[in-house]
T-cell receptor, first 112, second 115 residues
Framework: QKEVEQNSGPLSVPEGAIASLNCTYS??????FFWYRQYSGKSPELIMS????GDKEDGRFTAQLNKASQYVSLLIRDSQPSDSATYLC????????????FGTGTSLTVIP | GAGVSQSPSNKVTEKGKDVELRCDPI?????LYWYRQSLGQGLEFLIY????????KSGLPSDRFSAERTGGSVSTLTIQRTQQEDSAVYLC?????????????FGPGTRLTVL
């Protein structure tokens, strides 16, 4: 079983719609959860971090964490063509070392 | 402030040669990570340094790969006797290990091409 699983996509949404990206993880003791955006040919860029259950909003981005279900999601409101990228979910448990476990990423295309 | 820096940005080498890739983490970050990403693939963990502890080398694919971190700061990833399958982007990242927030930030990567 993989530590972190994401739907590889591709996910296509029209411009202005809400894009919903999902991630599940296997380590119930995980404490830190991250979303990275990676444009083609570039390195991953941190866009959201979340540490407690519930929602965290930053501009058009909302991260949602449900530790009981071992599920973290990223919502992108008013999607723009510039949001087209691969989104990586990462999970960390400092009690078992400080490794970050990454999903394989979901490719998002926002259609103008 | 300055982010994670890596050099060189691109490296082309011949099969069988040794290469050294350098990473300079964010100041104050005690954890440093190396990953590899082949074209169209996900991140592959290679090695992790935390402070003065022994590094976690569990991701190194073969004994041709080694890394060191001097003075708790700059790190060098060395690949000996390079093979064509070593061609990939090598990414370095760093993070804090104290406090609540331990976001990991990536450098721009080194694109390695082995001919």
């Amino acid at each position: 079983q993989k530590e972190v699983e994401q739907n590889s996509g591709p996910l296509s949404v029209p411009e202005g719609a809400i894009a919903s990206l999902n991630c599940t993880y296997s380590d119930r003791g995980s404490q830190s959860f991250f979303w990275y955006r990676q444009y083609s040919g570039k390195s991953p860029e941190l866009i959201m971090s979340i540490y407690s259950n519930g929602d965290k909003e930053d501009g058009r981005f909302t991260a949602q964490l449900n530790k009981a279900s071992q599920y973290v999601s990223l919502l992108i409101r008013d999607s723009q063509p510039s949001d087209s990228a691969t989104y990586l979910c990462a999970v960390n448990n400092r009690n078992t070392g400080n490794q970050f476990y990454f999903g394989t990423g979901t490719s998002l295309t926002v259609i103008p | 402030g300055a982010g994670v820096s890596q050099s060189p940005s691109n490296k082309v080498t011949e099969k069988g040669k040794d290469v050294e890739l350098r990473c300079d983490p964010i100041s104050g970050h005690t954890a440093l990570y190396w990953y590899r990403q082949s074209l169209g693939q996900g991140l592959e963990f290679l090695i992790y340094f935390q402070g003065n502890s022994a590094p976690d080398k569990s991701g190194l694919p073969s004994d041709r790969f080694s890394a060191e971190r001097t003075g708790g700061s700059v790190s060098t990833l060395t690949i000996q006797r390079t093979q064509q399958e070593d061609s990939a982007v090598y990414l370095c990242a760093s993070s804090r290990t104290s406090g609540t927030y331990n976001e990991q930030f990536f450098g721009p990567g080194t694109r390695l091409t082995v001919l």
